[in-house]
């Protein structure tokens, strides 16, 4: 007489879960759960075990070893933003998604239910963040700032800060503070330079991280994109009609002929823009008079720093030189817009420059307003340089040191345009210069020399002050592979009418 095997019908269960190495897992950190069954499994397709790290459940996934044994182990790879200062715990039963599977060798399915809670396996990938901007502050020739952050943090490199000296970009570097939740930035003047409070500024304090890291305890890093990219990637952009003016003029001369107004109506198109930089297309349409219009289309190479400022290349799909434009963010009515200084052209043909605040629009429900020729800006706060001669040093122009002079002759809604004169033999002995200064004192200021062949000279920067005291500094640019490029800043200070 023979006795029959007993059948085995008991499924398999979890025994336990070994907690996870004690210690704060960063971004790119592996956390593993070795989970121990009641008896050998064999694992098929990848099950995962939902883990719950702060507010947000996650799936460990089955390493693919380990089957045929009483245990697996699942890892969770943490990533950017995950936080649970309190630890980690298991948020349901294991999951087996369709072709996976974990049973005995009779077959018997696991009984999936699983628990666990692992105070000492902290996450923290969350990178430190600016809490406080201070404010300047100025002891004679050191200006400095103090920055607070959500956490101490640890310095590499020479991270900075953009701001303004007399209308001159400078830059406050880090000086002291790693390991402790509040740095100190720092400039110390030049010899010619006297910060006071009326002539330092800073628009939009941002850390610039160049080649520098500031990282957390964890290993964390103050994030390295910009603020820009979410409102930059895929966008469509347009001319308002309270901005479509724009001044042509000859490709020999900015006021033999004077300029003469068109109307443009440029539009963008970008793509996907990250850490703060992007591409696109432009196309744009001037309109001259009702029976005459033409257009051009470039392609796109820009850059959004993290405090707001722009530089795009404009490249001509049909050949040519290409063109750059400045800008800066802006508040418009509520709506972020781009504020863009350029001017576009080649030489032997004719100039063209335009300034305007672009607008984000959706081109499945809205349609930019054509060129018209009632359309016109409103920008009245520099309507007092026509006739003021400006005392000019540029090396660029004028040779190392060189000082020249220009005059201002006309100006309308923005735009204007003189001509001017330097030492003999050098690149400015003589010029005309068209250019344009928006509402919060931005300038583009283009020169072209008097020489047989014209140079077209262009350069960016600010105005400050009244008429009595003003003064411009000014710094040509161009792009250097796909960063902007800047030349040194020359100042051009008003000349006081003489007295009688």
Same mark, same amino acid.
């Given at each position: 007489m023979s006795s029959a095997r007993p059948v085995d019908t008991t499924p398999p269960e979890i025994r336990s879960i070994a907690a996870p190495k004690g210690h704060t897992y960063g971004e790119g950190g592996t956390i593993a759960f070795r989970v121990n069954f009641t008896e050998p499994v064999v694992a098929t397709g990848i099950p995962t075990l939902p883990i719950s790290i702060g507010d947000t459940v996650r799936q460990a996934a089955w390493n693919g070893r380990g089957s045929g044994s009483r245990s697996l182990t699942f890892t969770l790879g943490v990533q950017s933003g995950d936080f649970a200062p309190a630890g980690v715990r298991v948020a349901g039963p294991i999951v087996l998604p369709d072709g996976a599977a974990i049973r005995d060798r009779a077959g018997n399915d696991l009984n999936p239910a699983a628990?666990?809670?692992?105070?000492?396996?902290?996450? +923290?990938?969350?990178? *430190?963040?600016?809490?406080?901007?201070?404010?300047?502050?100025?002891?004679? &020739?050191?200006?400095?700032?103090?920055?607070?952050?959500?956490? *101490?943090?640890?310095?590499?490199? &020479?991270?900075?800060?953009?701001?303004?000296?007399?209308?001159?970009?400078?830059?406050?570097?880090?000086?002291?503070?790693?390991? #402790? +939740?509040?740095?100190?930035?720092?400039?110390?003047?030049?010899?010619?330079?006297?910060?006071?409070?009326?002539?330092?500024?800073? #628009?939009?304090?941002?850390?610039?991280?160049?080649?520098?890291? /500031? /990282?957390?305890?964890?290993?964390?890093?103050?994030?390295?994109?910009?603020?820009?990219?979410?409102?930059?990637?895929?966008?469509?952009?347009?001319?308002?009609?309270?901005?479509?003016?724009?001044?042509?003029?000859?490709?020999? #001369?900015?006021?033999?002929?004077?300029?003469?107004?068109?109307?443009?109506?440029?539009l963008w198109s970008l793509g996907t823009a990250t850490d703060g930089r992007f591409t696109g297309s432009s196309q744009a349409t001037f309109y001259v008079s009702p029976e005459n219009s033409f257009g051009s289309t470039m392609s796109i190479v820009g850059l959004a720093t993290e405090v707001g400022e722009i530089r795009m290349r404009f490249t001509p799909t049909s050949g040519g030189s290409p063109v750059i434009g400045v800008g800066q963010f802006r508040e418009v009515n509520g709506t972020t817009a781009i504020q863009m200084q350029m001017i576009s052209g080649q030489a032997g043909e004719a100039y063209t420059t335009h300034w305007a605040y672009m607008l984000p629009y959706d081109p499945g429900s809205f349609t930019p307003p054509d060129p018209r020729p009632d359309a016109d800006l409103t920008s009245t706060e520099w309507a007092w340089t026509p006739g003021t001669t400006w005392e000019y040093q540029s090396d660029e122009l004028f040779g190392p040191g060189g000082v020249g002079s220009f005059t201002i002759t006309n100006y309308r809604n923005g735009y204007f345009w003189g001509s001017g004169s330097g030492p003999a033999g050098t690149l400015g002995e003589s010029f005309t210069q068209l250019g344009s200064i928006t509402p919060e004192g931005n300038v583009l200021f283009n020169v072209l020399t008097g020489q047989s062949v014209p140079t077209l000279l262009t350069l960016t920067g600010q105005i400050t002050g009244e008429p009595l005291t003003a003064r411009m500094a000014l710094r040509t640019y161009e792009f250097s592979g796909s960063d902007p490029a800047f030349g040194a800043v020359g100042y051009a200070v008003i000349v006081p009418e003489p007295t009688t």
């Open positions: 628990s666990g809670e692992f105070p000492r396996a902290r996450v +923290d990938a969350v990178g *430190p963040s600016v809490s406080d901007f201070g404010h300047i502050a100025i002891a004679g &020739k050191r200006v400095s700032m103090r920055v607070t952050f959500t956490e *101490p943090v640890t310095v590499r490199g &020479k991270p900075s800060i953009a701001f303004m000296v007399d209308g001159a970009p400078r830059q406050l570097v880090y000086a002291r503070g790693s390991g #402790s +939740d509040v740095l100190v930035f720092t400039y110390r003047a030049t010899r010619r330079e006297t910060p006071t409070v009326e002539n330092v500024a800073v #628009s939009t304090p941002v850390i610039a991280l160049s080649r520098g890291h /500031i /990282i957390d305890a964890a290993g964390n890093r103050m994030a390295t994109g910009t603020r820009w990219d979410s409102l930059l990637s895929n966008s469509h952009w347009y001319v308002p009609e309270e901005n479509l003016l724009a001044y042509m003029s000859s490709s020999t #001369s900015f006021t033999t002929p004077p300029p003469v107004s068109l109307w443009d109506q440029t």
